[in-house]
T-cell receptor, first 110, second 114 residues
């Protein structure tokens, strides 16, 4: 079993839809959870950072962490064509390298 | 968010030459920097981790003599691809982090070896 599992998609939704992205993981030591957005030929851009369990909201984005289920989610409300990108989940247990999911390709169709 | 500047954004070099890529954290002190390689439509592949003032820790299968990493200060790390060959052509991305906080990425460098 891989440390972090993420459905690669592609995921295609109409503009304005709510998008749900998620990752599961196996390492119970993970405490730091991140979501990144990566456009083609660009470096990943940090969207959300969460420590331990709970929810965090920033504009149209909401991150959820359920450590008991080893499951994290990113919700995008009112999705826009500019949200079309690859979304990567990442996590770590402390001062260790981030472990990434393989990324989910999202297309928001106008 | 914090800013990590990576330079150059793209470079073309001749086979056998060396190329240096710089990664700077502009508004925070990066206690740890990471270097990744990414092939088209694939996820990030960690090459090495470097802590300021220490030797880099390379991932299995990454040649340390080919990919020289220097992290001489809390704001600068460099990756030098030595004796580059066409198979080294790829997208290289750095990431910087202060202790256990979130990591920020540079814009990436597209290397083409001809």
């Amino acid at each position: 079993q891989k440390e972090v599992e993420q459905d690669p998609g592609p995921l295609s939704v109409p503009e304005g839809a709510i998008v749900s992205l998620n990752c599961t993981y196996s390492n119970s030591a993970f405490q730091y959870f991140m979501w990144y957005r990566q456009y083609s030929r660009k470096g990943p851009e940090l969207l959300m950072y969460t420590y331990s369990s709970g929810n965090k909201e920033d504009g149209r984005f909401t991150a959820q962490v359920d450590k008991s289920s080893k499951y994290i989610s990113l919700f995008i409300r009112d999705s826009q064509p500019s949200d079309s990108a690859t979304y990567l989940c990442a996590m770590s247990s402390g001062n260790t390298p981030l472990v990434f999911g393989k990324g989910t390709r999202l297309s928001v169709i106008a | 968010g914090a800013v990590v500047s990576q330079h150059p954004s793209w470079v073309i070099c001749k086979s056998g030459t060396s190329v240096k890529i710089e990664c700077r954290s502009l508004d925070f002190q990066a206690t740890t920097m990471f270097w990744y390689r990414q092939f088209p439509k694939q996820s990030l592949m960690l090459m090495a981790t470097s802590n300021e003032g220490s030797k880099a820790t390379y991932e299995q299968g990454v040649e340390k003599d080919k990919f020289l990493i220097n992290h001489a200060s809390l704001t600068l790390s460099t990756l030098t691809v030595t004796s580059a060959h066409p198979e080294d052509s790829s997208f290289y991305i750095c990431s910087a982090r202060f202790q256990n906080t979130e990591a920020f990425f540079g814009q990436g460098t597209r290397l083409t070896v001809v």
